[in-house]
């Protein structure tokens, strides 16, 4: 149903009317609120990740490349699995490339926005594994925000509930039509904490690609257990069966299984080997700096051995000293017999 309000009555918030048109730029073109949201995703996305690739060892050219090819792919991706997963819904080319109104499948998205990393890699030679990491973080990013595209398209709610939390959505000046799950704010809190915890633990990786299997194993989780929660509208069936709930526990199962195989054959933790224009300048101020100081030992050294002879002309000459003071004193020691004997004779 195309419900145009929503409202949080357990919470005291009444009736909002939604407008999913931003802009009405003709009578047949406009601008919707849900692509917007989907631009700001991406754009927070890049920002950040272009911030924290070099902490994956991935070059700027390489990256933009990456982004160019894979986010087009990915959207074909995502959508193309949605509309597979409910054919009957759509009945015309129109219908299947009107994306502004919502239907994209996120794991379509990400298994296509995966193959393309990795042939796009492969093509510049540049490390595939590194490069999904870094994209599983936008991805996040670009799910938490997204989710509110489909709060203002009054989609991807949850079945019926009476929790206090419990979202109205009806037609706007009749009150709620029903009572359902927030289930895309469910699913964006739960990103929220996905992406602290995965940022935090990015010092403490063992392997390139783990990031990105920690977060398919936490989407997964998370998609897994909201999935029952989710109205039947929204749910993408292939004979019937719940496609989307099986795929998320069979990616998290793998991944989990592959993290904790992969982190016990891996020895020690990654480190970054890119350093910044800052590091560099320091690196070589440190190497200059090692070099004036091998110099200096150097000249130290000569000065040392000349020293060393000096000390040993010296020791010896004490030496030489040494016995001839042993030999004045035996002398001594033969006058002084020699001058009791002549007292002795002399009493």
């Known amino acids: 149903m195309n419900y145009d309000a929503v409202s949080f009555p357990n919470l005291g918030i009444g009736q909002i009317k939604m407008n999913p048109t931003a802009f009405q730029i003709t009578d047949n073109i406009s601008i919707q609120w849900y692509a917007i949201i989907i631009v700001i995703g991406i754009l927070i996305a890049f920002f950040v990740c272009d911030r924290l690739r070099k902490r994956f060892d991935i070059s700027s050219d390489d990256f933009l490349d990456c982004l160019l090819y894979t986010i087009p ?10 509309v597979l997963g409910d054919l009957d819904s759509f009945h015309s080319f129109y219908d299947v490339i009107a994306v502004w109104n919502g239907g994209l499948a996120i794991y379509g998205g990400v298994i296509f926005a995966a193959i393309s990393v990795f042939v796009i890699c492969k093509i510049k030679k540049c490390d595939w594994r590194s490069m999904l990491d870094i994209m599983a973080i936008g991805l996040l990013i670009g799910q938490i925000i997204g989710r509110w595209g489909n709060f203002v398209n009054i ?20 009150g709620a039509s029903e009572l359902v799950h927030p289930l895309f704010l469910y699913e964006c809190l739960w990103n929220i904490i996905g992406l602290i915890l995965i940022y935090g633990y990015l010092d403490l990786r063992k392997f390139k690609g783990e990031v990105f299997l920690w977060y398919t194993a936490w989407y997964g989780l998370g998609r897994g257990l909201m999935e029952p929660l989710r109205d039947p509208e929204y749910n993408l069936h292939l004979f019937g069966v719940r496609i989307m709930m099986i795929l998320a526990f069979l990616l998290f199962v793998a991944a989990t299984v592959a993290i904790i195989i992969l982190r016990r054959k891996s020895k020690g933790y990654i480190v970054s080997t890119t350093l910044s224009k800052e590091q560099k300048q320091e690196m070589e101020y440190q190497k200059q700096f090692k070099s004036a100081s091998g110099d200096a030992i150097k000249s130290d050294d000569s000065q040392d051995d000349g020293e060393s002879t000096d000390d040993s002309a010296l020791t010896d000459y004490s030496e030489n000293a040494d016995d001839s003071i042993r030999t004045d004193d035996g002398e001594s020691t033969d006058d002084s017999a020699k001058g009791e004997n002549i007292n002795g004779t002399n009493n």
């Open 73 to 82: 792919v990915a959207f074909i991706g995502a959508r193309l699995t949605y």
């Open 155 to 174: 989609e991807v709610y949850g079945v019926s509930t009476d929790l206090p939390w419990a979202m109205g959505i009806g037609y706007y000046g009749e």
